[in-house]
């Protein structure tokens, strides 16, 4: 047995290939590729060479198939990615010179929808809607900030929210920068006074 693993961080909506350990496809006698999901039970497409043959137990997702013919590619195709994808992969080979694996760890990446607002008190309110995972949230300049998360436990999104204070300074103009996986985000509000 030869295992090995691979940690995955996927853009949600994106495409994403996995490939078994790469042997010789004439000597390949069976291949299982075994999708363990979160809250779902355990997915298994295998193909018998000798057979020529594919069978699927308990797959029910339509957008985890074979990337093209297991006769010539044993990859496995995800498209489009969905935050349902989330979980272990793993690729088993029967050869005529041994047993061989590769998993992978698939992490979905969702990037968070930003917005930055004044309420009525005069607080500016900064959030990180629906990110996959949390956001980290700063200001320019530093303020009296509380900082939230919201977990959704249907989807493992994440949403932070910061509502910030500068106290009896006038700050004209404040920036809410927001940090994610998925990438970076800055924006600015003009602060109103009397509020």
């Not at 996995?18 to 000597?27: D, G, H, Q, S, W």
């Not at 060479?49 to 997702?61: F, G, I, L, S």
């Not at 093209?68 to 005529?96: F, K, M």
């Not at 061989?100 to 005069?122: A, D, K, M």
Request: with cysteine; hydrophobic share 35%; glycine share 6%.
């Amino acid at each position: 047995m030869c295992p090995a693993n691979t940690s995955l961080l996927v853009l949600v909506g994106t495409k994403s290939v996995l490939y078994c350990p790469p042997v010789l496809r004439t000597n390949v006698l069976m291949a299982t590729w075994e999708i363990v999901l979160r809250h779902k039970p355990p997915c298994f497409r295998a193909f018998r060479r000798d057979m020529n043959r594919t069978t699927t137990e308990n797959c029910t997702d339509e957008r985890i198939i074979w990337a093209s013919r297991p006769d010539e590619n044993l990859a496995l195709l995800i498209y489009p990615v969905a935050i349902t994808h989330d979980g272990n992969y793993t690729c088993h080979i029967v050869t005529l010179d041994g047993n061989f694996q590769h998993g992978y760890h698939f992490q979905v990446l969702v990037p968070p929808e930003v917005t930055l607002i004044q309420t009525e008190n005069g607080t500016a309110v900064c959030k990180a809607a629906a990110g996959k995972p949390a956001a980290q949230i700063s200001w320019t300049p530093e303020g009296d900030c509380v900082t939230e998360q919201e977990l959704y436990w249907g989807d493992g999104t994440v949403t932070v929210q910061s509502a910030c204070r500068w106290g009896g300074h006038h700050v004209p103009a404040v920036f809410c920068s927001v940090s994610h996986l998925t990438g970076n985000k800055s924006l600015s509000i003009q602060l109103e006074r009397g509020r």
